[in-house]
């Protein structure tokens, strides 16, 4: 057995973790679990470095991502970069997704963090993921300005998601593969079950994961022989003139792609006119979803999704706020029969909203987005859930970086969760894929497996260099040609 080495707290809460969070089985193993045989990294390797950089890439100059409540983002990223003192060199990298201003609020949370990591050894994180996760969560004082939503719950987040790259990467697996190969014992205990046990009980994770352990095999080389099935956003963003939408739907056709997306919720006379524009182009028989981003009051959806029912749409995502579950349900009860389902979760700001969803019936489709949360460990919560309620998970990934992230998640989804492609499709924007080492392959309008170890979120260092904000060269660039603003520090 290996010794894991006490450390000291930086709460109360932590010390009832395992207690509450995972079954006997789980706690009574733990001491011949502490590094599993699939880790690849060094039991006395220590975080050394966590640092972060405000990233930001000026979408706005050509309205892609626009929509309904966002018409001039700039896919931006608080970008985390984790060193240890390891002699493999490897680095874990993560990011929290965001639309330009605002990046420097998540990246003063990540700096806020940092006395939490640096100094911890791999194997102590590594060991207890799910402990090391509450510590994050539960410091007595960051924990203020959440609990476990917002700003800081999407700086732990990052942080967190560099942690599993860094993992991935010395075991030399694609994270989907190396979450594949954890025993479900493992992957349980990453989880913190705390305000979720009411929906989902770790025995019952854990009964789900050991169902679909003896057929694995075959799942995981279905998706390294056809991958997963995407849709496209690309082509459907609120800003777009009708000709570019007309091109793109085209293109995204003659790439193999069978299902598209709409953003809707700028004025029913608009959207009957742009939805009616892509149903021409794609046809009756291919999926059309719509999305409004959060737009409309609850009445105000109903009656609106009601007259472009006509156009089919399979469903209608983030229809009013991302917070009212009962909302939701209204809506979803009223459109159920128009055959239009409602999706919701990329703005979901923990593991509870979505427990409060699926146990409302709010929602069809579970759209987790991978750096909103608290990274993987709470995604595998979710994740989870959506199984046990059978509500296909089809992961948000409109921005930098998600598509990287959330092709693993889908991949684990389906090899070790739900074991099913039903209804299952996720997200892809041909958007900045070109600034990672790493990028999506998408093949016959699926996300092709990944095979490079990590978490594929690691970014091109020229990239890093030339779009910081605000004295990357691009940024100062732009601002000399006087495309952008000139930069107002706060």
Request: proline share 5%; with cysteine; charged share 25%.
């Amino acid at each position: 057995s290996v010794l894991v080495h006490k450390r000291r707290r930086t709460s109360f809460a932590p010390q009832s973790y395992n207690k509450l969070n995972r079954p006997s089985s789980i706690i009574m193993s733990e001491s011949k679990r502490a590094r599993t045989s699939v880790d690849g990294y060094s039991p006395s390797a220590v975080v050394t470095e966590v640092s972060v950089r405000d990233i930001r890439f000026p979408t706005s100059l050509g309205s892609h991502g626009s929509d309904a409540m966002h018409p001039d983002p700039d896919y931006s990223a608080a970008y985390v970069i984790i060193k240890t003192d390891a002699a493999d060199g490897h680095e874990g990298h993560g990011l929290a997704f965001t639309l330009g201003r605002g990046t420097e609020i998540i990246v003063a949370a990540v700096k806020s963090l940092r006395r939490l990591i640096v100094g911890k050894k791999l194997l102590d994180i590594f060991a207890e993921m799910g402990k090391f996760w509450r510590e994050l969560c539960s410091e007595g004082q960051l924990r203020w300005v959440g609990p476990e939503k917002g700003v800081i719950h999407m700086a732990v987040g990052a942080a967190i998601n560099a942690l599993w790259d860094l993992r991935a990467k010395c075991a030399e697996r694609p994270l989907w593969r190396l979450l594949a190969d954890l025993e479900p014992e493992d992957l349980v205990s990453a989880i913190d079950f705390r305000w979720i046990s009411d929906a989902l009980t770790p025995d019952e994770a854990l009964a789900i994961l050991k169902k679909n352990r003896p057929t694995q095999a075959e799942r995981i080389q279905k998706m390294e022989t056809d991958g997963y099935p995407a849709y496209t956003t690309s082509a459907g963003w609120l800003g777009y003139p009708d000709d570019m939408i007309r091109s793109l739907c085209r293109q995204g056709l003659a790439e193999g792609m069978s299902n598209f997306k709409i953003k809707v919720g700028q004025s029913v006379e608009d959207d009957i006119r742009r939805a009616k524009i892509i149903r021409e182009e794609i046809g009756e028989d291919r999926k059309l979803m719509m999305d409004a981003n959060q737009r409309w009051d609850v009445d105000e959806a109903i009656t609106i999704m009601k007259q472009l029912a006509q156009f089919k749409p399979t469903w209608i995502e983030e229809p009013t706020c991302p917070d009212d579950v009962l909302g939701h349900a209204a809506i979803a009860k009223a459109l159920k029969p128009y055959g239009i389902g409602v999706a919701t979760g990329e703005a979901c700001q923990n593991r509870v909203i979505f427990k409060q969803l699926m146990q409302a019936d709010a929602i069809s489709y579970c759209q987790i987005d991978s750096c909103r949360i608290g990274g993987v460990n709470e995604l595998l919560a979710v994740i989870l859930m959506a199984a046990k309620f059978k509500i296909p998970v089809c992961p948000h990934a409109g921005g930098v970086g998600l598509c990287e992230h959330v092709q693993h998640l889908s991949m684990f989804d389906y090899v070790c969760c739900s074991a099913t492609l039903e209804n299952r499709i996720v997200e892809f924007v041909d958007h900045l894929h070109e600034h990672f080492l790493h990028p999506v392959v998408i093949k016959n309008g699926a996300y092709q497996a990944p095979k490079d170890a990590g978490y594929s979120i690691e970014m091109k260092a020229d990239s890093i260099r030339d779009y910081e904000f605000p004295d990357g060269p691009a940024w100062v660039k732009l601002r000399a040609e006087g495309k952008v603003p000139p930069y107002e520090a706060l």
